[in-house]
T-cell receptor, first 115, second 113 residues
Framework: DADVTQTPRNRITKTGKRIMLECSQTKGHDRMYWYRQDPGLGLRLIYYSFDVKDINKGEISDGYSVSRQAQAKFSLSLESAIPNQTALYFC??????????????FGPGTRLTVL | SQQGEEDPQALSIQEGENATMNCSYKTSINNLQWYRQNSGRGLVHLILIRSNEREKHSGRLRVTLDTSKKSSSLLITASRAADTASYFCATGLYGGATNKLIFGTGTLLAVQP
């Protein structure tokens, strides 16, 4: 089984709808992240969480919210989806300890299309 | 804003040739990492080099880091068709949330069989 899973893998929705993307991990990592990827722009950080009680905004948090329900689960919500939120969304995790503590492990991504 | 920029944006080579990708960044870093992404899939960590290191090897990968020039390069030797992917550099910053990474825009590598 994959260490970092995302659901759904693909989603098409309409403008104004509320959408939730879910991420689960079995790596036992404390730190979790949400990114979006747009063509030619690389990955941009939306939100990150260093433990269950810690939530931080990334560089493009407007229009998004998150919930860290447990160490293993980190959800991203779009309260009222708009077309320019069409993108590929990735969840990632990292460990706070160890020699390579900064390495991140990515889920397979969710392709979201907002019509 | 993006911290890292990769150069070139796209690279096409023949199998067996070496591929070199470069990354430039703007601020002081704790470490620099390279990731690989196959089309539409999640990123996979390749190698991490710390700010006090100048060169690192992993299999067919060689990474260099020049902190005075704020640049890094990734060399893939004896490339294979399976190396076709996008490659991203990501910088881990000093201070504050040092577990954050800032990604560059990527180099698309195509290895022709």
């Amino acid at each position: 089984d994959a260490d970092v899973t995302q659901t759904p893998r693909n989603r098409i929705t309409k403008t104004g709808k509320r959408i939730m993307l879910e991420c689960s991990q079995t790596k036992g990592h404390d730190r979790m992240y949400w990114y979006r990827q747009d063509p030619g722009l690389g990955l941009r950080l939306i939100y990150y969480s260093f433990d269950v009680k810690d939530i931080n905004k990334g560089e493009i948090s407007d229009g998004y919210s998150v919930s860290r329900q447990a160490q293993a689960k980190f959800s991203l919500s779009l309260e009222s989806a708009i077309p320019n939120q069409t993108a590929l969304y990735f969840c990632a995790t990292s460990d706070a300890t160890g020699i390579n503590y900064n390495e991140q492990f990515f889920g397979p991504g969710t392709r979201l299309t907002v019509l | 804003s993006q911290q890292g920029e990769e150069d070139p944006q796209a690279l096409s080579i023949q199998e067996g040739e070496n591929a070199t990708m470069n990354c430039s960044y703007k601020t002081s870093i704790n470490n620099l990492q390279w990731y690989r992404q196959n089309s539409g899939r999640g990123l996979v960590h390749l190698i991490l080099i710390r700010s006090n290191e100048r060169e690192k090897h992993s299999g067919r990968l060689r990474v260099t880091l020049d902190t005075s020039k704020k640049s890094s390069s990734l060399l893939i030797t004896a490339s294979r068709a399976a190396d076709t992917a996008s490659y991203f550099c990501a910088t881990g910053l000093y201070g504050g949330a040092t577990n954050k990474l800032i990604f560059g825009t990527g180099t698309l590598l195509a290895v022709q069989p």
